[in-house]
């Protein structure tokens, strides 16, 4: 489904929690009327307990305050922050929470990977940010890098009307009667700013190839750069294709990847692809410096998307995905211009015969890697040739 972009509004760029969780309590501090959060992991650490405190307070004075959480991301939220919320008021939920670690039911491994916030239908976020600390990345060098957006203007509508669908079908799973949306804040369609966005949601009935297909446009439409940051990137064959013919045409495509192992099986399956993008002539940078866990891009210096899907088939078959797509220049640039630094900073280039460095048995176990993911994705009743 091609995306809707709508004129009108207001984006500021949010890098990493510093910049975001502020904006976000300051925005529940101020709610009056409602406030709706979804996010695919709300720890118990000092910025979940902070957020979860503003939401508290927030019901206190009689705002109706949603939250939605998923099951595993958030697999202890039911018994850390879950209580204290709903004893204040807070109407909390939790997305599929029924978890079995080694059933590969394709129903289990569908998240809600979405981060998102409405506050009175006059402020969103979008973005790849969970609620969890910067500093609280287990295993990995901290702080976590990421980027979210705050909207303001027509593309609140689409926003709440995405989340109010899956309130109401979460509601209906779990036969709840209680938190039926019986009142809703009055979204102002009014325009705030100057900028072109739409909004790009991923789910298993009506939306499933839309944030795909919004990248493939993209791409198939780049005249001069095109530059990705993926904290996991698999892209089936469609997607590297749409990069090789992008090359082909003299676009200069740079990916930036994260250089520190989170999943291992994810990380050598990703590097069994180095070999080939770089011989299409793509540049691919790893970023070592802290966690990388931003899924953002910007093409041309005018189109850009920041949101929750990683480019790999469990964001693009199977998770819960939300993305903002914008048009528009200057918030373009922002972007680009926060990710050379991070690249300068942070980052270092492949060299092209890289792969080839690599002993046979280490070329071996990334390609293993690579058909054991891709095994396991046809286990649960997708792939195929199109991937």
Same mark, same amino acid.
């Given at each position: 489904?091609?995306?809707?972009?709508?004129?009108?509004?207001?984006?500021?760029?949010?890098?990493?929690?510093?910049?975001?969780?502020?904006?976000?309590?300051?925005?529940?501090?101020?709610?009056?009327?409602?406030?709706?959060?979804?996010?695919?992991?709300?720890?118990?650490?000092?910025?979940?307990? =902070?957020?979860?405190?503003?939401?508290?307070?927030?019901?206190?004075?009689?705002?109706?305050?949603?939250?939605?959480?998923?099951?595993?991301?958030?697999?202890?939220?039911?018994?850390?922050?879950?209580?204290?919320?709903?004893?204040?008021?807070?109407?909390?939920?939790?997305?599929?929470?029924?978890? =079995?670690?080694?059933?590969?039911?394709?129903?289990?491994?569908?998240?809600?990977?979405?981060?998102?916030?409405?506050?009175?239908?006059?402020?969103?976020?979008?973005?790849?940010?969970?609620?969890?600390?910067?500093?609280?990345?287990?295993?990995?060098?901290?702080?976590?890098?990421?980027?979210?957006?705050?909207?303001?203007?027509?593309?609140?509508?689409?926003?709440?009307?995405?989340?109010?669908?899956?309130?109401?079908?979460?509601?209906? =799973?779990?036969?709840?009667?209680?938190?039926?949306?019986?009142?809703?804040?009055?979204?102002?369609?009014?325009?705030?700013?100057?900028?072109?966005?739409?909004?790009?949601?991923?789910?298993?009935?009506?939306?499933?190839?839309?944030?795909?297909?919004?990248?493939?446009?993209?791409?198939?439409?780049?005249?001069?750069?095109?530059?990705?940051?993926?904290?996991?990137?698999?892209?089936?064959?469609?997607?590297?294709?749409?990069?090789?013919?992008?090359?082909?045409?003299?676009?200069?495509?740079?990916?930036?990847?994260?250089?520190?192992?989170?999943?291992?099986?994810?990380?050598?399956?990703?590097?069994?692809?180095?070999?080939?993008?770089?011989?299409?002539?793509?540049?691919?940078?790893?970023?070592?410096?802290?966690?990388?866990?931003?899924?953002? =891009?910007?093409?041309?210096?005018?189109?850009?998307?920041?949101?929750?899907?990683?480019?790999?088939?469990?964001?693009?078959?199977?998770?819960?995905?939300?993305?903002?797509?914008?048009?528009?220049?200057?918030?373009?640039?922002?972007?680009?211009?926060?990710?050379?630094?991070?690249?300068?900073?942070?980052?270092?280039?492949?060299?092209?015969?890289?792969?080839?460095?690599?002993?046979?048995?280490?070329?071996?176990?990334?390609?293993?890697?690579?058909?054991?993911?891709?095994?396991?994705?046809?286990?649960?009743?997708?792939?195929?040739?199109?991937?």
């Amino acid at each position: 489904m091609p995306a809707d972009f709508l004129p009108g509004n207001r984006l500021t760029l949010l890098n990493s929690g510093a910049e975001y969780f502020p904006e976000l309590i300051r925005a529940i501090d101020g709610a009056q009327h409602d406030v709706h959060l979804e996010s695919y992991i709300f720890e118990d650490d000092a910025t979940g307990q =902070a957020v979860a405190a503003a939401l508290a307070s927030a019901a206190r004075r009689g705002v109706t305050v949603r939250v939605l959480v998923d099951g595993f991301g958030a697999r202890e939220f039911a018994e850390s922050l879950q209580p204290a919320l709903l004893a204040a008021g807070v109407q909390a939920m939790v997305y599929r929470p029924d978890i =079995a670690r080694f059933r590969l039911r394709r129903h289990r491994l569908r998240r809600l990977h979405r981060k998102l916030a409405v506050i009175d239908g006059e402020i969103a976020f979008v973005g790849g940010i969970n609620v969890i600390d910067d500093l609280n990345t287990p295993y990995q060098i901290p702080p976590r890098y990421d980027y979210a957006v705050r909207v303001e203007g027509p593309l609140l509508a689409p926003i709440q009307q995405a989340q109010q669908r899956l309130w109401e079908i979460v509601l209906w =799973a779990k036969l709840n009667r209680r938190y039926r949306l019986t009142r809703r804040a009055q979204t102002d369609p009014g325009a705030r700013g100057e900028q072109t966005a739409a909004f790009v949601v991923r789910d298993n009935i009506l939306h499933r190839r839309d944030i795909e297909e919004a990248y493939l446009e993209a791409i198939a439409a780049a005249q001069q750069d095109i530059l990705l940051a993926n904290a996991y990137f698999l892209p089936g064959r469609r997607f590297r294709r749409a990069l090789r013919d992008a090359v082909k045409r003299g676009v200069r495509v740079v990916i930036l990847l994260q250089g520190r192992i989170e999943y291992r099986l994810l990380h050598y399956a990703t590097q069994a692809l180095y070999g080939r993008l770089l011989g299409f002539g793509i540049r691919i940078f790893e970023y070592r410096r802290s966690f990388l866990h931003a899924k953002v =891009a910007v093409i041309d210096g005018h189109w850009a998307t920041v949101g929750s899907s990683n480019i790999d088939p469990f964001s693009l078959l199977l998770a819960r995905e939300a993305n903002i797509v914008v048009k528009d220049p200057l918030f373009a640039n922002s972007l680009r211009e926060s990710l050379e630094q991070a690249m300068r900073n942070g980052a270092r280039e492949l060299p092209i015969d890289s792969w080839k460095r690599l002993p046979w048995h280490s070329r071996l176990l990334r390609w293993a890697s690579y058909n054991l993911v891709r095994t396991l994705v046809g286990i649960v009743g997708y792939g195929g040739k199109r991937k």
